[in-house]
């Protein structure tokens, strides 16, 4: 099984500041099958970047990702009010599909 | 537009069993795998495994092996899962989403609240 590991745990940052959530797999993920996606209270998950890299249909530009290997990357450019929520990574190239713990964006 | 639609929320006691259902609009339902993930409160992401709507097949996640079904009836798009034998700790939220291929889960249900409870 794949674990993927997301650190820190909250991030808490301020409107118009750059997030950088990072993730990390115990093992080599193919970048085709690691995704991000974006939770916030009392919805469902929301897809954000697929393939370590590509922004899902709808998905503003200020949200990227990045890696390779068991080293990826969300970056958020500037902070919208409406980013702050819980950020998950997933791999979903080998089974059991697995998520990482999560990391809350939270106002400063 | 493409969309899950899942079954409204459940209370079970220990022991019981309880079936979601996740009706799928908007698409061709038998060409994407459905998968299920639930979340339990203040909890991270849990995947429960997937069912392949076309062939019936299945993948459960080892931790509900034996205790967990999925099902699908394509008459009317909907998928089904079913955990047996619950114990409180599997108080959650249950989601059923969409996996298109390389595209990630593109898609997800609005959830079921089950709550297990004596």
């Known amino acids: 099984e794949i674990v993927l590991t997301q650190s820190p745990g909250t991030l808490s940052l301020s409107p118009g500041e750059r997030a950088t959530l990072p993730c990390r797999a115990s093992q080599s993920v193919s970048s085709s099958y690691l995704a991000w996606y974006q939770q916030k209270p009392g919805q469902a998950p929301r897809l954000l970047i697929y393939g370590a890299s590509r922004r899902a249909t709808g998905i503003p530009d200020r949200f990227s990702g990045s890696g390779s290997g068991t080293d990826f990357t969300l970056t958020i450019s500037r902070l919208e009010p409406e980013d702050f929520a819980v950020y998950y990574c997933?791999?979903?190239?080998?089974?059991?599909?697995?998520f990482g713990g999560g990391t809350k964006v939270e106002i400063k | 537009q493409v969309q899950l639609v899942q079954s409204g929320a459940e209370v079970k006691k220990p022991g019981a069993s309880v079936k979601v259902s996740c009706k799928a609009s908007g698409y061709t339902f038998t060409g994407y795998y459905m998968h299920w993930v639930r979340q339990a409160p203040g909890q991270g992401l849990e995947w429960m495994g997937w069912?392949?709507?076309?062939?019936?097949?299945?993948n459960y996640a080892q931790k509900f092996q034996g205790r967990v079904t999925m099902t699908r009836d394509t008459s009317i798009s909907t998928a089904y899962m079913e955990l047996s034998r619950l114990r409180f700790d599997d108080t959650a939220v249950y989601y059923c989403?969409?996996?298109?291929?390389?595209?990630?889960?593109?898609?997800w249900g609005q959830g079921t609240t089950v709550i297990v409870s004596s």
């Open positions: 997933q791999q979903y190239g080998s089974s059991p599909l697995t």
């Open positions: 989403a969409r996996l298109d291929g390389e595209y990630g889960m593109d898609v």
């Open positions: 069912i392949n709507p076309k062939s019936g097949g299945t």
